[in-house]
């Protein structure tokens, strides 16, 4: 999918960021029949996402004559209020690769039919966004107007930031039984189990907490790797 950005020459108010998103998905699927009554499915999986934010043409802090620092391409991020912000600031290319393995095994035992079996997920995710440009806010503060605040170069907010990145891998497994009791002809029972426990993702070549824990922060636990940490952050 892919919106393009929209440049009007010369009017800010009616040029509009773009969209561009790519997902391609694999999936391969094996059943095997190891007897009358046992029977296997085996399916492997791959989703790859890709999404990016495309800008139209830059208006940097030069444009406006602002004395702010800003990194190359200094595009701007303009919010007035009770208007549409204003099309400016910063690609943020996200991808997004998932693998997976799953196993099913199925026996009939003829008032039972039992199914067990589990799967494993990879995630990888890295996306970027830099929020050092200039951001600014017109509330209407000075005037009542959001827009005339705009128009007077009379912002009620600057921020800038810190760049932001994420290179992430998360695993994720899980292990199932069920059985399927047909009791009479009109009533059948389904009922099992599954065990998916949650395994914190870790955050590839970046010292970043991967995950606050509320009652170790109550408790006043604190980390054992990162010694400065505030309790609860792991």
Request: net charge positive; aromatic share 14%.
């Amino acid at each position: 999918y892919e919106k393009p950005p929209n440049s009007v020459a010369d009017n800010y108010l009616a040029s509009r960021s773009g969209f561009f998103g790519q997902n391609h998905n694999a999936t391969l699927s094996l059943t095997s029949t190891l007897s009358p009554r046992l029977t296997n499915l085996l399916t492997l999986g791959f989703t790859r996402l890709f999404t990016n934010q495309t800008l139209p043409k830059y208006y940097t802090a030069d444009d406006f004559d602002l004395k702010v620092f800003s990194q190359p391409p200094n595009p701007l991020s303009v919010s007035i209020s009770g208007w549409n912000s204003l099309p400016f600031g910063t690609p943020v290319p996200n991808t997004r690769n998932s693998f997976e393995v799953q196993n099913a095994t199925m026996v009939n035992l003829g008032a039972h039919l039992l199914k067990w079996g589990g799967s494993v997920n990879r995630l990888q995710q890295k996306w970027t966004w830099n929020s050092e440009y200039p951001g600014y806010t017109f509330s209407g503060q000075f005037t009542g107007n959001g827009m005339t605040d705009f128009l007077l170069g009379m912002p009620s907010n600057l921020g800038e930031g810190s760049p932001i990145g994420m290179d992430t891998r998360f695993t994720g497994w899980s292990l199932f039984v069920q059985d399927n009791y047909k009791i009479t002809r009109r009533l059948t029972l389904d009922f099992g189990l599954r065990w998916e426990p949650w395994i914190p993702p870790h955050f590839k070549g970046l010292d970043q907490i991967a995950v606050f824990d509320q009652k170790a922060f109550y408790t006043g636990t604190r980390s054992t790797v990162y010694k400065n940490a505030p309790p609860g952050m792991f």
